[in-house]
């Protein structure tokens, strides 16, 4: 029997798109994704949180797109930004043309949503002439009528309906670069419908419990439902949805996948929760710490534990570790192993400077 074997998730078998430079589904890395508050008419304002997110990790960004000073503004955005961007449209299929034209990578839409059939197929038309995929985006919020008064409410089979209702649309215009959506406020409502979505489509498959709250509700909510469905197997690209600032989801976001070993940027600290036996104030040095390692990208763990309970046992598994001691000093690890004993108030500078060295090392590892 292999080793870790409980650490393994087999990812669900699902089709392969293309989202700008971006490959989502299949064997691909789950994506992470975010999305601007900025008015998308004020191209400066979008452009500078779209690097902010850039700079926090997002693999893709989505850029509402209500009104036609917006796809004009869309244009200015794309030159100026490098991750692909998902422009958000709403009803209006000429809003879905024109960002298309400007050089969306992707279009997030609802085709039942866009009008006639002629309508979809302009749109479809110009998705396919500009190199756009689509994201069919099922709310529970905005079901279709008729689906409604024949489920009465919003539930897991309407959602699936729905979502292979527009499915279909797509592939009877023979287009096949589109991933899906279905999701609602509900953690079990949401999770429910994935789980029926994932067995009726191979389409990649967009995770998300949308409208979730602010950050703490919001991520635990998060974290609950697309943390579920992660571990079954299900989801190739997710978003956080937060009444927060969106660089807060991409983090958000990155720490549900490190957590279940999908993928891994930036330091992870496992921190206690401290006590009594403390040897150094851990709930302001983690606080601190995190502030002061934001900036890194390499993957890399760091073990700050209190006393020597825990502390030498959980820092044999992390490239850097401070455990606390007494007479106000701790232990320094490196690698598992004990390096020196340092002053507490060395410590922080300390920690960091290992962790800077141990991203370096890592990077040039990456270069041989």
């Not at 691909?28 to 850039?54: C, F, H």
């Not at 529970?140 to 699936?160: F, N, Q, R, T």
């Not at 969106?246 to 957590?259: C, D, H, M, Q, T």
């Amino acid at each position: 029997m292999e080793k870790y074997y409980w650490r393994n998730i087999e990812r669900r078998e699902s089709n392969s798109i293309k989202v700008g430079s971006l490959t989502v589904g299949g064997n691909s890395p789950i994506s992470v994704q975010s999305m601007t508050n900025t008015k998308t008419s004020d191209a400066e304002k979008t452009i500078s949180q779209v690097k902010e997110l850039e700079d926090a990790g997002a693999d893709l960004v989505r850029i509402s797109c209500p009104d036609k000073d917006s796809t004009v503004s869309l244009k200015e955005i794309i030159k100026n930004i490098n991750v692909p961007i998902i422009a958000d449209i709403h009803f209006h299929y000429k809003r879905a043309i024109e960002a298309a034209e400007a050089g969306a990578s992707c279009l997030r839409i609802n085709p039942g949503n866009i009008g006639s059939i002629d309508r979809v197929k302009e749109v479809v038309k110009a998705a396919k002439d500009f190199g756009c995929s689509i994201r069919i985006g099922v709310n529970a919020g905005s079901l279709e009528k008729e689906i409604l008064e024949k489920y009465g409410s919003p539930c897991p089979e309407a959602m699936v309906e729905s979502a292979l209702m527009h499915e279909k649309i797509l592939k009877d215009l023979d287009f096949n670069e589109y991933k899906i959506s279905v999701k609602a406020s509900d953690v079990l409502l949401t999770v429910e419908a994935y789980k029926q979505l994932a067995k009726a489509t191979k389409a990649p498959l967009h995770l998300g419990v949308t409208e979730a709250g602010g950050l703490m509700t919001g991520s635990i909510k998060s974290s609950i439902g697309i943390g579920q469905l992660l571990m079954m197997g299900i989801g190739d690209t997710i978003r956080v949805s937060l009444s927060a600032d969106p660089v807060e989801e991409v983090r958000v976001g990155f720490n549900i996948l490190k957590s279940l070993g999908l993928r891994y940027r930036g330091v992870t600290i496992i921190s206690c929760p401290s006590c009594a036996r403390q040897g150094f104030e851990v709930i302001d040095t983690v606080k601190t710490l995190e502030d002061k390692l934001s900036h890194i990208t390499e993957s890399i763990t760091l073990s700050v534990i209190g006393c020597v309970v825990n502390g030498p046992g959980e820092a044999l598994y992390t490239d850097v570790g401070f455990t606390g001691g007494g007479n106000n000093n701790g232990m320094i690890y490196l690698n598992g192993k004990q390096l020196s004993k340092i002053d507490n108030k060395d410590m922080i500078e300390n920690i960091v400077e290992h962790v800077e060295e141990k991203a370096i090392e890592i990077a040039n590892e990456k270069k041989l």
